[in-house]
């Protein structure tokens, strides 16, 4: 007995929206129509049907359905066992083993994650950096309660994530490694000097702002001519590899005007070690 679209669709065990994409595609071919204009589907459309719900079940896409069911139809030979029908497969089979290694990948990743902690959206070269940003935390810092005051932890570790994630975007792996090692070696005082301008206040004083660039200089440039890595990093810095104006850009974006001076006038007073 002939089908309506609806029952075609219970009957094959798929939506009425697959049963529409298809004909769209012209994978399913339109049925007859009875007087009232109803649709009416056939034993072979159920058939097709079926072996188009087991072909994408294995893993085909759409357009190579199509290649398979064209062929079929203009292949003399018997459908099982046609060459094209290996070939199809065996590509099948190179397609889902690239799969399964993507997938066991991003496994690997997630299990990471749960293991040690940080941010998903960090991929593990830019979740390292973070780390190093952040003086070894991964864990992403709480926003502060509804109500609440300005938590300069906080603002600092999003201007920081910021960082990490358009770094480690732009980044090559190695380079990323490198600045990473290199931030997970910063002294103590460092970090303190980063809270210290991260809760300078936008109406800070000329002398505020003077003493904390001539602090933080002069802890940079020690720390950075007695790195042993220091030529490397203004390599990585000033080569193609890192996006220099697109990173201070970003960094300081976030930043109220007092702390804006501060980094211009330290990166101003270090231009000469670039």
């Known amino acids: 007995m002939p089908w309506s679209t609806r029952e075609l669709a219970e009957l094959a065990g798929v939506s009425l929206r697959a049963i529409r994409h298809w004909h769209d595609l012209g994978l399913l071919p339109a049925p007859a129509r009875r007087a009232n204009g109803y649709k009416e589907y056939t034993g072979q459309h159920l058939v097709l049907v079926l072996r188009i719900k087991r072909l994408t079940a294995l893993g085909f896409g759409l357009e190579r359905v199509a290649e398979i069911i064209d062929h079929e139809r203009s292949s003399e030979n018997a459908p099982a066992h046609t060459s094209a029908g290996e070939a199809h497969l065996t590509d099948l089979r190179s397609e889902l083993d690239a799969r399964i290694a993507e997938l066991t990948r991003v496994r690997a990743e997630v299990d990471a994650i749960l293991r040690d902690g940080g941010p998903p959206d960090l991929a593990p070269p830019a979740a390292a950096l973070y780390g190093a940003l952040r003086g070894g935390q991964v864990t992403p810092v709480r926003e502060p309660a509804t109500g609440a005051g300005p938590d300069d932890s906080v603002h600092s570790a999003r201007v920081n994530r910021d960082l990490a994630v358009v770094l480690g975007h732009l980044t090559p792996t190695h380079y990323i490694s490198a600045i990473a090692d290199t931030l997970a070696n910063l002294p103590p005082e460092m970090h303190s000097l980063e809270r210290e301008v991260m809760r300078l206040p936008t109406d800070a004083s000329e002398s505020e702002i003077t003493q904390l660039s001539t602090v933080l200089t002069s ?56």
């Open 219 to 274: 802890a940079m440039r020690a720390f950075i001519t007695e790195h042993p890595n220091h030529a490397e990093l203004a390599e990585i810095e000033t080569g193609p590899a890192v996006d220099t104006p697109l990173v201070t850009e970003l960094a300081f974006e976030q930043l109220n005007g007092a702390q804006r001076q501060v980094m211009s006038r330290v990166m101003s007073a270090l231009s000469d070690l670039g």
